[in-house]
């Protein structure tokens, strides 16, 4: 069983940024694949990015690319997502997930665990 965490969410204006945080209780986070999802009020989880066990291989949705990064480190049992130039669309919770098979890791069905999420609000 793995638990994780998500913390540093928040209020900001549009065009700054937050750093989120997803500490996981397992220390073998190495072996899992993490992605972060989003989900605004209304609307569906989507996809924001994920990254290999490694940290070699990482994905972005479109909507995201050049303004958020993913990182990982492995050996702190952390991921960590980035977020600049941020915009009243990016207001959602936001999710950390692992994944151990790690075939898709822009399918949020694949994901093994979840974390709690934390609260992302970008006033305009």
């Known amino acids: 069983q793995v638990q994780l965490v998500e913390s540093g969410g928040g209020l900001v204006q549009a065009g700054g940024s937050l750093r989120l945080s997803c500490a996981a209780s397992s220390r073998t986070l190495s072996s899992f694949g993490m992605g972060w999802f989003r989900q605004a009020p209304g609307k569906e989880r989507e996809f924001v990015t994920a990254i290999s066990r490694s940290g070699e291989i990482i994905y972005y949705a479109d909507f995201v690319k050049g303004r958020f990064t993913i990182s990982r480190d492995n050996a702190k049992s952390t991921v960590y997502l980035q977020m600049n130039s941020l915009k009243p669309e990016d207001t959602a919770v936001y999710y950390c997930?692992?994944?151990?098979?790690?075939?898709?890791?822009?399918?949020?069905?694949?994901?093994?665990?979840w974390g709690q999420g934390t609260q992302v609000t970008v006033s305009s």
């Open positions: 997930a692992a994944d151990w098979s790690a075939r898709d890791l822009t399918a949020g069905d694949e994901y093994d665990y």
